[in-house]
């Protein structure tokens, strides 16, 4: 961990019992849940006040996360939401690095004199927080979860309900064990893990095998239909509008890691999905090797992430946005091709 923190004033500062807030990115993921309810479990083990905000829903294959029935989603409670960071004395922000990622709650935490305290693995971290824990070669947030309760000196607490929150995170980052960011310390932090009882073979059950019947449909629709290859820059994208989506019934998170199917072909490097939602276009770039997704993220989609996973957004029309994808390839000629 960051080697210019002190411990002990971490130490010092949870010596005794404290109201702590938790707060992750908006449309939260595994690792955002994993890490926020990995450190909830484990802040209150300590005898801390612990509460966890999102800033909007998440999907239901999370909800079986130990504290899930505890945490407070900002743009349906926001009162409770904005008292609760009014009068927490610590805050942390997980698995984000800008106020920016979680829209008004951001505005309450600027507002609050509590200790803030990041830990994210994401690219420039904003300088908001008392406390920043930032290494973009982790993993995951949940990983670093894991590495600051060692930092505390307490890895002897972490126990299975914390460690289940955690291998969700970790499992899921990494894209099962394969992204570049997968370290020899992942893995060992994963044994360590599965010593203390967590079952993996469940918890990737919870996650992966919770597909809906209309969720499975709408996968094989957008394989059999709607994927289109540029094969000439070795890309691939997938459209939906919202009409498509409404047609399958769709759910918050139906379409995750749905990107990831169009790299499973050979000689395809990057991959794109658009997808209509509340009035915009949701954008999510993969990509494999040195091909920066990050970087056309952030210059083509109003986005940004990390170098093989990134999202982002566009105000355009569907067919727009797709076209502004393919328009921006031949930019990248030298590294597609
Ligand atoms: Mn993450």
Redesign the pocket.
Known sequence: MNSTIDPNKLITLFSEPKKIVITTHKNPDA?AMGSSLGLYNYLILKGHTVNVITPNSYPHFLHWMPGNETVTVFNKQTDKAKQLIADAQVIFSL?YNNLSRIEDAGKEIEKSGAVKIMID?HIEPASYPDYTFSDTEKS??SEMIYDFINFLGDKKSINKTIGECLYAGILT?TGSFRFPSTHPSTHRIVAELIEIGVNHATVYNRIFNTYTEDRLRLLGYCLFEKLKFIKEYKAGYISLSKEELKRFNFQAGDTEGFVNYTLSVAGIRLAALFTEQEGIIRVSLRSEGDIDVNKMARAHFNGGGHANAAGGRSDDSLEATAKRFEDMLPLYKDILC
Do not use: G, R, Y
Request: charge should be negative.
């Open positions: 690792d698995d693995h995951s947030t980052d």
